[in-house]
Nanobody, 123 residues
Framework: QVQLLESGGGLVQAGDSLRLSCAASGRTFSGYNTAWFRQAPGKEREFVAATIGSVTDYVGSVKGRFTISRDNAKNTVYLQMNSLKPEDTAVYYC??????????????????WGQGTQVTVSS
């Protein structure tokens, strides 16, 4: 069992940057795949970025602006978000799983979730 706790969200202006953190506890984190998803009001939860083994992947709308990284010594995964846009406004969730079944871009593939952190980007 892994417990995840996100932090770092807030209200920023378009063009600003934020770094989200997701601290894990409960099990050895280094063997887990990790991801970030987001959910805007009235929309489904959307894949943002993932680290699957040594591979990272991003949804097209954030490529070149967002960077996912992790520090296994700190049991923490990060999402650095630059050049933020109003359409990035959402609740951001981190996810973890030791074994991904199906597409990692699908929220159903992930077993462990944080509670979410709100990111609001004003124009």
């Amino acid at each position: 069992q892994v417990q995840l706790l996100e932090s770092g969200g807030g209200l920023v202006q378009a063009g600003d940057s934020l770094r989200l953190s997701c601290a894990a506890s409960g099990r050895t984190f280094s063997g887990y795949n990790t991801a970030w998803f987001r959910q805007a009001p009235g929309k489904e939860r959307e894949f943002v970025a993932a680290t699957i083994g040594s591979v990272t992947d991003y949804v097209g709308s954030v490529k070149g602006r967002f960077t996912i990284s992790r520090d296994n010594a700190k049991n923490t995964v990060y999402l650095q978000m630059n050049s933020l846009k109003p359409e990035d406004t959402a609740v951001y969730y981190c996810a973890a799983d030791a074994t991904i079944t199906g597409s990692y871009r699908s929220s159903s593939a992930w077993d462990f979730w944080g509670q979410g952190t709100q990111v609001t980007v004003s124009s």
